[in-house]
């Protein structure tokens, strides 16, 4: 769903609302939560032979083969899922760094 800026409070600031009416459905086969300060593997990471340290964070190199690539070949990682907690300029600075190793991946 869309956001706006709402009305200012009595200090002057706005609050995001909800767009009425602005839900959209995406299909995926799979989504990925990023939200929090520490690392939590989900239940399918085992089955995707998704690697993690002692700390539960995913391995993924931003100077392997591909950068950010995991231990499957398919998905990459970045943020504080792979460093642990840290500034959110990191992670977006990750996401950029891994679309780039997915691009390599893919030839593109």
């Known amino acids: 769903m869309r956001t706006r800026l709402g009305e200012p409070d009595e200090n002057g600031r706005q609050r995001p609302e909800v767009?009425?009416?602005s839900e959209e459905i995406i299909a995926a086969d799979a989504v990925v939560i990023a939200f929090?300060?520490?690392a939590s593997p989900?239940?399918?990471f085992?089955?995707?032979n998704i690697q993690v340290d002692e700390?539960?964070?995913v391995t993924a190199p931003e100077h392997g083969q591909y950068a950010f690539q995991t231990s499957?070949?398919?998905i990459?990682?970045?943020?504080?899922?792979?460093?642990?907690?840290?500034l959110v300029v990191t992670a977006i600075y990750e996401g950029r760094q891994a679309a780039e190793g997915i691009l390599d991946y893919l030839g593109v």
Do not use: I, L
Request: without cysteine.
């Open 76 to 86: 990459f990682a970045g943020g504080d899922m792979v460093r642990g907690s840290d």
């Open 36 to 38: 929090g300060f520490q």
């Open 19 to 21: 767009v009425p009416g």
């Open 55 to 57: 700390r539960d964070r």
């Open 72 to 74: 499957n070949e398919k």
């Open 46 to 48: 085992d089955s995707a």
């Open 42 to 44: 989900a239940p399918w």
